[in-house]
């Protein structure tokens, strides 16, 4: 079983619609993350999550919002998707103490149409 | 090497070569390192991270090379296999929260 699990794999939406994406670990990790990649662009970071009561906005959080259900769970939404939200998004976790090491699931595509 | 814009670069080898793959990151307060290689529909992976305090690392197959004077951060890798070809990502941690990636090099392995 993977230790990052993202879901869906894969969406198709419309301009307009709320979309969220789910995460899920069983690292046992405190700190996770949402990013975005889109050709060229490398990853950006949108949210990150230090324990269940920390939220933090990363480089591009406009147009997003997160939920940390709970240690393990962190959930990014859309609430009124564009087009230019078309990308894969990652989430990811790490460590207390070794933050900068990052694991991250296998993504999720998005496509607003 | 990396570098802005839409276009990810592209380094070509034959199987058995050693690979070069070039980063120049932008914040001279970074002391911390790491690359990442990401296949073809999976999310990105640790392969060797390196600290401000040494200039060289090695892992198995792979060495990080780092020159804070010129900030400029290398990944080689030796022999190089068809199972290598992904994208390389290398990233710097500042201090802060969170790491701040690079654009990402494309590695292509010819048998």
């Known amino acids: 079983d993977a230790d990052v699990t993202q879901t869906p794999r894969n969406r198709i939406t419309k301009t307009g619609k709320r979309i969220m994406l789910e995460c899920s670990q069983t690292k046992g990790h405190d700190r996770m993350y949402w990013y975005r990649q889109d050709p060229g662009l490398g990853l950006r970071l949108i949210y990150y999550s230090f324990d269940v009561k920390d939220i933090n906005k990363g480089e591009i959080s406009d147009g997003y919002s997160v939920s940390r259900q709970a240690q393990a769970k962190f959930s990014l939404s859309l609430e009124s998707a564009i087009p230019n939200q078309t990308a894969l998004y990652f989430c990811a976790t790490s460590d207390v103490g070794a933050n900068e090491k990052l694991f991250f699931g296998s993504g999720t595509q998005l496509s607003v149409l | 090497g990396e570098s802005v814009g839409l276009h990810l670069p592209t380094l070509s080898v034959q199987e058995g070569d050693n690979s070069i793959i070039n980063c120049a990151y932008s914040n001279s307060a970074s002391d911390y390192f790491i690359w990442y290689k990401q296949e073809s529909g999976k999310g990105p992976q640790f392969i060797i991270d390196i600290r401000s305090n040494m200039d060289k690392r090695q892992g198995q197959r792979v060495t990080v090379l780092l020159n804070k004077t010129v900030k400029h951060l290398s990944l080689q890798i030796a022999a190089t296999q068809p199972g290598d070809s992904a994208v390389y990502f290398c990233?710097?941690?500042?201090?802060?929260?969170?790491?701040?990636f690079g654009k990402g090099t494309m590695l292509l392995v010819s048998p």
């Open positions: 990233a710097e941690n500042a201090g802060y929260s969170t790491l701040t």
